[in-house]
């Protein structure tokens, strides 16, 4: 497989209005990556991409984040079977952001703490400021400790 090649970032105009791929990672090396289900836009998760993840993610058609707790790139679904399927990728104006758009394989979940989308509380606002969050998913769509084994130390987090 051919490697995709980054462009070196020159001009505002080549990378506001231009055609070429020329991403800006920050200062750890890191970009984020919004990700939502293609077929109904809910979002699944913020995640993050190093040069590498994005490669992969574009070259396999497949979802690879870098875990910022582990160090370590992770192709997601490896484990759980939760595979993210590419879409669509798009990238912003300034090209330090990225937002995918995926299908995901087996039950749809793509949060390693069992839920569908990594957003599944709200945090009261306004006049209910202070109030214990709030639950909007009912149900977790699989076990993760049968997944992923026994739950992190939340040190570790």
């Not at 070196?8 to 506001?16: H, I, L």
């Not at 497949?62 to 990728?89: C, I, M, N, P």
């Amino acid at each position: 497989m051919t490697h995709l090649k980054f462009q070196t970032r020159q001009t505002v105009e080549q990378v506001e209005e231009g055609t070429e791929l020329a991403p800006k990672f920050g200062h750890d090396g890191l970009m984020p990556c919004v990700t939502t289900d293609a077929a109904t836009g809910e979002v699944l998760m913020l995640g993050w991409m190093n040069a590498e993840a994005f490669r992969l993610s574009i070259e396999t058609g497949e979802a690879h984040y870098f875990s910022r707790a582990r160090q370590a790139l992770w192709h997601k679904g490896a484990t759980s079977g939760l595979v993210q399927k590419v879409v669509d990728v798009r990238i912003d104006d300034d090209q330090d952001a990225l937002w995918l758009r995926v299908d995901v394989t087996g039950s749809g979940a793509s949060c390693h703490v069992g839920y569908r989308s990594c957003f599944y509380r709200v945090v009261p606002h306004g006049a209910q400021a202070g109030a214990p969050l709030a639950f909007i998913e009912d149900h977790k769509t699989f076990d993760p400790v049968a997944v992923y084994g026994d739950a992190p130390n939340p040190t570790q987090l």
